[in-house]
């Protein structure tokens, strides 16, 4: 990691942002910002923000969604945290909390303002990111996004070819709730999945 890259990121991990000066209610517990970016991985996952298991470990998606995504992707767990390979910058770096259902709360929205533009400048060698769920979406796909989650990422193609760099693939969050979106659009794991995982392979080697 460059040394810039390197003080920037120190700066996000100790962000307080959402509890000293937060937009809405503050954040329920202590922050704890996970990102993992990088100076040289080709690919960055542009998620949503991380889970309880992930606020405990500190690492990203060391969860089941994870072991679904890595399993997407078609890679190991090594290859995953291999930051040559990978650069991984959520859209909220901390755990928002949970709403009263005990669904994950939306990414926090201090976050993408302060820190995104500055960490994506600092990474000009990325030529893929994937755009998991919705509030990636929005920040990285401009116009070529479309109405739903579903019409986005069924729109793939056409994401794909748009004169766009870096080369954007849009994905739905690989939680175990989406498991009946899965069942419902087979056409993602029949025919998107097999293009990212070549691209994945062409990118890490």
């Known amino acids: 990691m460059s040394e810039v890259l390197e003080r920037l990121t120190a700066r996000v991990r100790a962000c307080r942002i959402c509890v000293d000066q937060p937009v809405g209610r503050p954040l329920p517990h202590e922050p704890r910002p996970v990102l993992r970016p ?3 991985a080709r690919i960055l996952l542009a998620s949503q923000a991380p889970g309880t298991k992930v606020h405990v470990s500190g690492m990203p998606f060391t ?9 997407w992707l078609g890679v190991s767990n090594e290859e995953f945290y291999d930051t040559e390979k990978f650069a991984i910058v959520p859209m909220g770096f901390c755990f928002p909390g949970q709403d009263a259902k005990g669904g994950d709360l939306p990414p926090r929205r201090e976050c993408a303002p302060a820190w995104r533009a500055q960490l994506m400048a600092l990474m000009p060698q990325i030529d893929l990111v994937l755009t998991i769920g919705g509030y990636a979406q929005a920040w990285h796909m401009g116009t070529t996004r479309a109405a739903s989650l579903t019409d986005t990422v069924r729109n793939w193609r056409a994401v794909w070819d748009a004169p766009a760099s870096p080369k954007v693939l849009p994905l739905p969050h690989p939680s175990w709730r989406n ?5 419902k659009n087979p056409w993602f794991e029949m025919d998107l999945l097999p293009f990212l995982r070549s691209e994945i392979r062409y990118r890490i080697g």
């Open 38 to 40: 990088s100076s040289s």
């Open 63 to 71: 969860d089941a969604s994870g072991d679904r995504l890595r399993s």
């Open 179 to 183: 498991t009946g979106w899965l069942k």
